[in-house]
């Protein structure tokens, strides 16, 4: 049981480079989230979907994409990575936008921007 | 502005003894509160959850309090283990599932 799968594990990039970090779910949840991790800062919510076929912004939307492709899988783009886009990304599921349900994460995604 | 705050950057305890870690919330909004657990190079796991309509909860060697006057929550660990030893965060759900996070605690256990 896999849980929540990230793709890739490590990335490299340069200034204005594009990259689709993927994320995929064999859990049956609904919601589905994107956060990103900075020294000192904790997690922070990028977009999260709370169902299939919706996708809304959270605290620090700017500079990214998403894409909830079916139930299974959410995916976060960068059009042109800045370097104050490097951080780890976490994806995290959860059955439903409900208050008392905890997220289950993915190990993430290390990203590198020069 | 940091709604969900753990002042304690770091917190090292030895084998067998308690430790309490804690997290200070400005949102008298936020209904419920969550401890997480991070190893490195893994992703946070859920260890506990309190309801902000309750005082306390309890599961094994965990224990989190509430707080809601102080807008104060602890996370205490009885006995505490070298396995413990993880960076620990604290998060407040402040619409549906929408998670706000502390910055972190990194607690170490020593044998």
């Known amino acids: 049981n896999a849980g929540v799968t990230q793709t890739p594990k490590f990335q490299v990039l340069k200034t204005g480079q594009s990259m689709t970090l993927q994320c995929a779910q064999d859990?049956?949840?609904?919601?589905m989230y994107w956060y990103r991790q900075d020294p000192g800062m904790g997690l922070r919510l990028i977009y999260y979907?709370?169902?299939?076929?919706?996708?809304d912004k959270g605290e620090v939307p700017n500079g990214y994409n998403v894409s909830r492709l079916n139930k299974r899988e959410f995916s976060l783009r960068l059009e042109s990575a800045a370097p104050s886009q490097t951080s780890v990304y976490f994806c995290?599921?959860?059955?439903?936008?409900?208050?008392?349900?905890?997220?289950?994460f993915g190990d993430g995604t290390r990203l590198s921007i020069l | 502005d940091q709604q969900v705050k753990q002042n304690s950057p770091s917190l090292s305890v030895q084998e067998g003894r308690i430790s309490i870690l804690n997290c200070d919330y400005t949102?008298?909004?936020?209904?419920?509160f969550l401890w997480y657990k991070k190893y490195p190079a893994e992703g946070p796991t859920f260890l506990i959850s309190?309801?902000?309509?309750?005082d306390k909860n309890e599961d094994g060697r965990f224990t989190v309090f509430l707080n809601k006057s102080a807008k104060h929550l602890s996370l205490h660990i009885v006995p505490s283990q070298p396995g413990d030893s993880a960076v620990y965060f604290c998060a407040a759900n402040l619409q549906g599932g929408k998670l706000i996070f502390g910055q972190g605690t990194e607690l170490s256990v020593k044998p």
């Open positions: 309190i309801s902000s309509i309750k």
């Open positions: 979907s709370a169902s299939e076929g919706t996708t």
């Open positions: 859990m049956n949840h609904n919601s």
């Open positions: 995290a599921t959860s059955t439903g936008l409900v208050s008392n349900q905890p997220q289950h």
């Open positions: 949102n008298s909004m936020f209904d419920y």
